[in-house]
T-cell receptor, first 111, second 112 residues
Framework: SQTIHQWPATLVQPVGSPLSLECTVE??????LYWYRQAAGRGLQLLFY??????ISSEVPQNLSASRPQDRQFILSSKKLLLSDSGFYLC??????????FGPGTRLTVL | QKEVEQNSGPLSVPEGAIASLNCTYS??????FFWYRQYSGKSPELIMS????GDKEDGRFTAQLNKASQYVSLLIRDSQPSDSATYLC????????????FGKGTKLSVIP
């Protein structure tokens, strides 16, 4: 069966500091991978998605970036965090047009 | 702008009743429709998917799709306090797209 991992689970960072969140998927090959952000009181916002190694599509222009160095690894990064980057970051995967499955999430607080 | 609309609630139902959650979407080309349940502080969990018009039943859950009306709903029979959560409707953004657009969710509260 497939499992998806995210770490860290929680993170408190000062404004202007860098960020690296990691997501890995087990039990499948060549998945589509997604990064979402869920801010308090708001819906799920798609940030990036990837259909293969090195292939990243950005949905929202911002100070975040994503990379996919391996087939089942997806990384979300920032060089300098803003207060508005606080939120619940979710990684998800699917295979072709099938259902998306979410990881446990990382709760980021920027102070 | 592809949109998915849900009533934010809260929707309160007594234990044992039927909870009815509704969702409308704007993109006529959408082909895949999903319902997720999200407990407070947790990530969304897929509970139903539906791809063709009509009803799809899974245990106490029934998803209903009407593409002509661009409407999808979720019925929860014999509601339990453990069903209290936020329910997210998700729709693929267009024909042949991998991406999903999510509604903001409906908060359901089942009263014992």
């Amino acid at each position: 069966s497939q499992t998806i991992h995210q770490w860290p689970a929680t993170l408190v960072q000062p404004v202007g500091s860098p960020l690296s969140l990691e997501c890995t998927v087990e039990g499948t090959s060549n998945p589509n991978l997604y990064w979402y952000r869920q801010a308090a009181g708001r819906g799920l916002q798609l940030l990036f998605y990837s259909v293969g190694i090195g292939q990243i599509s950005s949905e929202v222009p911002q100070n975040l970036s994503a990379s996919r160095p391996q087939d089942r690894q997806f990384i979300l990064s920032s060089k300098k965090l803003l207060l508005s980057d606080s939120g619940f970051y979710l990684c998800a995967w699917n295979w072709r047009y099938n259902e998306q499955f979410f990881g446990p999430g990382t709760r980021l607080t920027v102070l | 702008q592809k949109e998915v609309e849900q009533n934010s609630g809260p929707l309160s139902v007594p234990e044992g009743a039927i909870a009815s959650l509704n969702c409308t979407y704007s993109d006529r080309g959408s082909q895949s429709f999903f319902w997720y349940r999200q407990y407070s502080g947790k990530s969304p969990e897929l509970i139903m998917s539906i791809y063709s018009n009509g009803d799809k039943e899974d245990g106490r859950f029934t998803a209903q799709l009407n593409k002509a009306s661009q409407y999808v709903s979720l019925l929860i029979r014999d509601s339990q306090p453990s069903d209290s959560a936020t329910y997210l409707c998700a729709v693929n953004v267009g024909a042949g797209s991998y991406q999903l657009t999510f509604g903001k969710g409906t908060k359901l509260s089942v009263i014992p």
